[in-house]
């Protein structure tokens, strides 16, 4: 295949979790007698610009749908991350009633309900119909359509220019990087930021966070990849700031090429030569994630034989996309673990899309009282054993399989 970004050949193979439904397609129980439909999820690398990258992509149209069940407002941590952001922002770029912040991937409004609060105008833009009504609830304005170059010269045509655009774990979810980041300069003012957020390639290899790969994200990125990206669709990156949200994140602050009102700050230089120290533009780099992603599935699928050999009942939270590449690359079903909870009513009473697994409310968990509940959205332990602290009472014990099976007590 040809790189998305540089259109170079990128062959060089770096995971390989077989083949999986879109990762957030859950099921009815009318499905449940339908065959599913599967994808490849490999990912290459590009030998000249290093965008790791899936092999197969899936349309955009396909995985972000009117029915899309991922609304950021059900994780409280990930709300009051939003919160601090745009506290942040608006103080640093002295933003106030007569500044302009737009939201790309907007989902339900979890952040630009801030935004409104401070009384700083703003709109999203957010294509999943579900999220933008949730959104729409909250009062905030929402431009229901994909963010692209031709969308962006239309809001600039109208005046509709932004001071501020936030993108927070969007970047991974467009096929077409160039179409997409070349709108963010176009719609930015003369002197307005972009900010983005990302997990750190770096991270998800080092900490062999190989369930953050799935159907709905594209491409993974190091900040060297992402400095040239921009570079050749017209921004410049001027901060970057390491970040604990989804396991180690990156924040990039970026403006129109050429722009004089910052300087670039020294964690730029920084944060490219640590890349560099670990070899991320060479590919013995890239080469044994893959052992690392099997070793987490053996390891996982032989503790849960174990537990089942013991009459342990095995129940797990989060019905998470990062879960359900866990559980389809180990060939987990309801016969090794019970069921799932989420908080999320979208996906309640349905079922996770290849392990059909069900997908229970709260009040489940006490009444079965399992003795380990496996949290498969790892990077929300704390918040969640904060939450389900109850399940002590019965004994039961918090599971994480990644980077490794741990059982926290």
Known sequence: MNCRHCHKPANFPFLDLGSAPLSNALLTKAQLVQPETTYPLRLVVCENCWLVQTEYAASREMVFHDDYVYFSSYSSSWVDHARRLVAEVTQRYKLDSNSCIV???????????????????CYGIEPTAAAAASARSK???????FFGFD???RLWDCGRSADLIIANNVLAHVPDLNNFVSAFARLLK?????????PHLLTLTDQ???DTVYHEHYSYFSLGTISRIFRSN?????????LPSHGGSLRVSAHIMGCKTRDISPSVAAMLEKEKAAGMEELSYYSNFQQAAERVKNDFIEFLIKAKKNNHQVAAYGAAAKGNTLLNFAGVRPDLLSFVVDRNPHKQNKFLPGSRIPVVEETVLAEQKPDLIVLLPWNLRKEIVEQLAYAKEWGARFVTAVPEITVHS
């Open 103 to 121: 939201e790309i991937g907007a989902n339900d409004g979890y952040l630009l309900q801030f935004v409104r609060n401070a009384g700083i105008p």
């Open 139 to 145: 009062g905030i304005e929402i431009i229901e359509d």
């Open 151 to 153: 969308l962006a010269q």
């Open 190 to 198: 003369p002197d307005g930021v972009a900010t983005f957020e990302f």
């Open 208 to 210: 062999n966070q190989f």
């Open 234 to 242: 017209g921004l410049d990156v001027f901060d970057v700031t390491e």
